[in-house]
């Protein structure tokens, strides 16, 4: 499973895990922490089996590939070291037949971040891909998912998660074959850890801030709070974004007292 | 009995719990820091009556209240990771040479790095505590709960650390299968504290304090008696628990895996025998007739389960998950002691690997099943000691 920070990745793999065990079977979810935050891609794992799971090592050769952020599903690493035939289900507002992933695969798409921001009201796509795993895998049953789902939100979270799983589950895509089959030679590694800003953090935003400079009162209140350091202050005293550095959390626009810097959604993402 | 897909450090939080715990001194630390969290969680809903929650300003901190803690009597609980346990080095000296029955989970953090591997733990042997490492969350809550009628046993009177690897074990979730409490509060009753077992005491009512004209080394003999008397604690105390919940992990101090006509053994020490009971199916598959021996309990070593298994195999490769740089593998001078004076000599060749968080796979460990065989077969190791 391929997300970032924020979307709720770990916590998709420990729902599949609890609706697995759900229907009698054993399950392990392990996530692979590095120096988290925000932003940062990361990788979690799930293991089912009918005994209980005792190997510990990370998920190498997986059946399925998960991937809940649109931008890290462009990245071939998320198809790579699948097993033959193996399926690779992406976040994004295309469909599969348009993904540039290459191998011995399977695709199919959901625009889970619209379906997220339409129950959620926020782009945490785990659940609004959870319903799509359900349906086109059929590994665990959109039931059992609803009632892993109940015990990780209880009450109106719980409710509006799962609302974002039935819509996920009604609109996947069925699964096409990739087009590409070799994979190309140059490719980007997924792995960004570490801190420092320094590091291009472009391809992580989803959304990227948008200054208007007619409302903007240059009190900087965005620059100070900016956890990236990733705005710039111009000699007419506005803020820029920093486009290597921003990886587009939203904390300007919030902190703006003006509401001079909108949040817009990056296209493709 | 009920069921949840928790993580490994929940499973440590329940298991306090059904301990019924009167206190608890943590202080935060990754990978342990959940635990904390957890702990605080079951404060505030107020479903363990009597359980005090104590925020600590630091591991040195959390040792000593848990410890005093401890001395008036309550049953009591805390843990740490890495640099945390090392901070902690000298009142846990206090802690064993006290004779409190502590119980502290060590979610393994290496040293040199945020990673897990046994680096932590075993920089502690000297301190008198028991020590025992697990595998997986069900083993985590169990062992939890054991733990405490290990270290509160008459014979021991002893703290005991149990150690699981941070990360891949303290993050995963599994499902975990937890007793009822009225089961559990028939296995272990309420502690009741002792007066003073150490002998020659100034005053019986003081705990640590002067030894009056007394052996000034009998306190040690006494302390390594009952740290070896763990050996059959530890044994008794895993035999009724699986009598009574139906979870057996061997015999407490080993669980051997495969190891019944195998013509060699590789052992491991928590997850990392996870994954290697994974290679030894693998390797039988093969045909090649290698077992595993999981070490439970390091401190103390278990010298006799060995001592049996060598007669009947031709090489022991053994993992260690730390190093003490200049002195190899701690577990691999264990077992070479431990063999020393047998009149069949086994070969016993070492292995280091997952430092610093490196991930074992399953390959890794059939390739030290294979190197093992090879030995056992009458072939020379490359080297004695060899890095994975």
């Known amino acids: 499973m391929h997300g970032r920070g924020g979307q709720g990745a770990v916590t998709a793999s420990r729902i599949i895990a609890t609706a697995a065990y759900e229907e009698g079977k054993y399950s392990q979810a392990i996530p692979m922490y590095g120096t988290e935050r925000r932003g940062a891609p990361l990788t979690a794992y799930v293991r089912i089996d009918k005994v209980r799971v005792r190997e510990r090592e990370l998920v190498h050769n997986p059946n399925y590939s998960l991937c809940f952020d649109p931008l890290i599903g462009l990245q071939q690493a998320v198809a790579n070291d699948l097993k033959p035939g193996g399926k690779v289900l992406l976040n994004a507002p295309y469909a599969p037949e348009k993904s540039e992933l290459a191998g011995d695969i399977e695709i199919a798409t959901v625009d889970a971040t619209s379906i997220a921001l339409e129950t959620l009201g926020r782009p945490i796509t785990n659940t609004a891909l959870l319903g799509a795993f359900s349906k086109a895998t059929g590994v665990v049953s959109l039931e059992s998912i609803e009632k892993a789902i109940k015990k990780y939100f209880p009450g109106r979270l719980g409710d509006m998660n799962i609302a974002a799983v039935r819509k996920s589950y009604e609109k996947v895509s069925p699964w096409v074959p990739a087009k590409n089959k070799v994979a190309p030679k140059i490719q980007v590694d997924l792995n960004v850890g570490g801190y420092g800003t320094l590091k291009d953090v472009s391809s992580w935003r989803v959304f990227y801030p948008e200054v208007n400079e007619e409302k903007c009162i240059g009190c900087k209140s965005c620059w100070i709070f900016c956890p990236e350091a990733a705005l710039e202050w111009k000699a007419n005293n506005k803020p820029a974004m920093i486009d290597r550095a921003c990886k587009g959390c939203g904390v300007c626009a919030n902190e703006c007292p003006v509401k001079a810097i909108e949040m817009k959604r990056v296209a493709g993402a | ?388």
Not at chain 2, 101 to 130: C, T, Y
Not at chain 2, 188 to 213: C, H, N, R
Not at chain 2, 256 to 270: F, K, L, N, Q
């Open chain 2, 1 to 388: 009995m009920s069921y949840e897909v928790m993580v490994g450090n929940k499973a440590t939080a329940v298991g306090c719990k059904l301990a019924r715990i009167k206190v608890a001194a943590v202080f935060p630390i990754t990978p342990q820091t959940t635990i904390t969290e957890y702990l605080s969680e079951i404060h505030a809903s107020g479903e363990l009556p009597g359980f005090e929650f104590i925020n600590a300003e630091g591991e040195l901190s959390s040792q000593v209240i848990v410890q005093a803690a401890e001395a008036v009597g309550a049953r009591s609980f805390t843990c740490t990771s890495g640099p945390g346990l090392l901070y902690m080095h000298h009142p846990m000296q206090e802690t064993a040479s006290k004779r409190l029955p502590l119980v502290m989970a060590v979610v393994h953090r290496g040293v040199k790095s945020m990673q897990p591997d046994h680096s932590d733990l075993m920089s502690q042997q000297w301190q008198g505590w028991l020590h025992i490492y697990v595998e997986n969350a069900q083993e985590i809550l169990d062992t939890t709960v054991m733990a405490y009628k290990i270290a509160e046993d008459k014979r021991i009177r002893l703290p005991v650390a149990v150690g699981y690897d941070g990360y891949v074990l303290s993050y995963t979730a599994e499902p975990v299968e937890i007793p009822a409490q009225e089961d559990v509060d028939a296995f272990l009753p309420p502690y009741k504290p002792m007066p003073s077992i150490l002998p020659d005491q100034v005053d019986p009512k003081t705990f640590g304090a002067g030894w009056g004209e007394g052996d000034p080394m009998k306190p040690w003999q006494m302390h390594h008696e009952a740290a070896l008397n763990g050996e059959t604690v530890i044994k008794e105390v895993f035999a009724e628990w699986g009598k009574k919940f139906g979870r057996t992990y061997g015999n407490g101090m080993i669980e051997p895996y495969r190891v019944e006509g195998a013509d060699c053994v590789i052992t491991a020490m928590g997850t990392i025998a996870g994954t290697a009971m994974a290679a030894i199916d693998r390797l039988w598959t093969d045909g090649k007739k290698v077992g595993l021996v999981k070490i439970r309990s390091f401190l103390p070593f278990p010298r006799k389960d060995f001592q049996e298994i060598a007669k009947g195999v031709g090489a022991i490769g053994v993992f260690d998950r730390s190093c003490q740089p200049g002195m190899w593998g701690p577990v691999y001078h264990q077992m070479r002691s431990t063999l020393y004076d047998e009149e069949k000599k086994t070969p016993v060749i070492g292995f280091i690997g997952g430092l610093s968080g490196k991930e074992v796979r399953v390959e890794d460990m059939m390739k030290i099943g294979e190197k093992t065989l090879k030995v056992a077969e009458g072939g020379k190791p490359e080297a004695p000691i060899q890095w994975v």
